[in-house]
């Protein structure tokens, strides 16, 4: 009796040791960061080939709702790296989800808030530097904003490792903080960006200084969105193997929102190439 007795104990113990690993257990969670048209390293192939190593069981796309039909197959698709991949594993690979990310309605939102053209005011900036009207603060900021938008153009001939490495986020990082935050305080203290104006989709007319603080709210709003709809998919799929395909200016926002919420949603941030 007391063998029995022992013996259902370290049944029990085993049991309950094997119930709490499966608890412990972290689904995945990949972020790659890519390029939407083909380069000297990246293409479709490139990024199908990193897929079918991973084999994960849900790929989230860099799009809406436009894009898919009710039942997540998919409605549109265009000749970009990503979609063309995507393409070719989902015949290869049937059982695997897919679904949307991006902020709903992004392109009619841009349209009719007047932000889809942000090229105006950066072009502004520049008249204004050409003339040399910018003040020494503002002319360094200019500059730096250029030498870190060159370096990162310079980026198209990188492998898709490179672009999803700690030194590419760190760069975006800091090419984003000058684009939203250093370049719009030369916006907002200039008069000349409050004179001239656009006319939006809707017919309204708005200061290029309006127009930049609405594309910069919209960029980190678009960013955030997008982490909400990852968390969700996670939340409605908790363990599924999840890859995230985003433009790689994306990445930096992503990975660094997220790994905060890794405990909370139970789910483990990793890199495709670990």
Not at 19 to 43: D, R, Y
Not at 51 to 69: A, H, V, W
Not at 97 to 112: H, I, Q, S, T, V
Not at 206 to 222: A, H
Request: net charge positive.
């Amino acid at each position: 009796m007391k063998n029995l007795i022992i013996i259902t104990f370290c049944f029990t113990s085993i049991f309950g040791k094997a119930q709490l690993s499966n608890q412990k257990k972290k689904a995945e969670l990949i972020i790659i960061g890519t390029v939407h048209f083909p380069t000297k390293k990246i293409n479709k192939d490139t990024i199908y080939s990193v897929l079918e190593n991973l084999k994960p069981d849900l790929i989230l796309m860099e799009s809406d709702m436009t894009n898919f039909n009710s039942d997540f197959t998919f409605k549109n698709t265009y000749d970009e790296n990503e979609w063309n991949a995507v393409l070719k594993y989902k015949k290869n690979y049937k059982t695997t989800l897919f679904r949307p990310m991006e902020f709903e309605g992004r392109n009619n939102y841009r349209k009719e808030n007047g932000i889809q053209n942000p090229d105006v005011v950066l072009n502004e900036i520049n008249v204004l530097d050409s003339l040399n009207i910018l003040s020494k603060k503002y002319k360094e900021s200019w500059n730096r904003y250029i030498e870190l938008s060159n370096s990162l153009n310079e980026l198209d001939n990188n492998s898709l490792r490179e672009l999803n490495s700690i030194s590419t986020d760190n760069l975006v990082r800091e090419r984003q903080f000058y684009q939203y935050q250093k370049l719009k305080e030369i916006v907002d203290e200039n008069e000349q960006f409050l004179k001239l104006k656009i006319e939006t989709a809707a017919k309204d007319s708005i200061s290029l200084r309006e127009l930049y603080k609405r594309y910069s709210y919209f960029e980190e709003l678009r960013n955030r969105t997008i982490i909400d709809n990852i968390l969700k998919w996670k939340s409605k799929y908790p363990n599924k193997k999840i890859v995230v395909l985003i433009g790689f200016y994306h990445r930096y926002f992503l990975v660094n929102e997220l790994k905060w919420k890794q405990n909370k949603y139970n789910f483990e941030l990793k890199e495709y190439y670990n």
